[in-house]
């Protein structure tokens, strides 16, 4: 069975740091890519950052140059690190990884606050 556990949110000040965590485990075969959504309060779920197998990254225009993702392929965790936060990165973050015919299932999130 897969599972999908994020770690690492919690509360921060404007212009603080946070890193989250997230393994996916129950996996036999190679994931693709892995990568990081989030969801505000009264919005939908929107993409935050993806990362290849083979490290090519992409992210949201909103969080270029001060989030970065990076991952670790045998064990398939990713981990987001989110510098120079502001009060509009507050969501929960959902980590999510997939391959062509697959996707994971989401995990529980992780609530990520910041205050100003």
């Known amino acids: 069975q897969v599972q999908v556990v994020e770690s690492g949110g919690g509360l921060a000040q404007a212009g603080g740091s946070l890193r989250l965590s997230c393994a996916v485990s129950?996996?036999?075969?190679?994931?693709?890519?892995m990568g990081w959504f989030r969801q505000a309060p009264g919005k939908q779920r929107e993409l935050v950052a993806t990362i290849t197998r083979g490290s090519s990254t992409n992210y949201a225009d909103s969080v270029k140059g001060r989030f970065t993702i990076s991952r670790e392929n045998a064990n398939n965790t990713v981990w987001l690190q989110m510098n120079s936060l502001k009060p509009e990165d507050t969501a929960i973050y959902y980590c999510?990884?997939?391959?062509?015919?697959?996707?994971?299932?989401w995990g529980q999130g992780t609530q990520v606050t910041v205050s100003s």
């Open positions: 129950g996996v036999i075969f190679s994931i693709d890519v």
């Open positions: 999510t990884a997939y391959r062509t015919t697959w996707k994971s299932p």
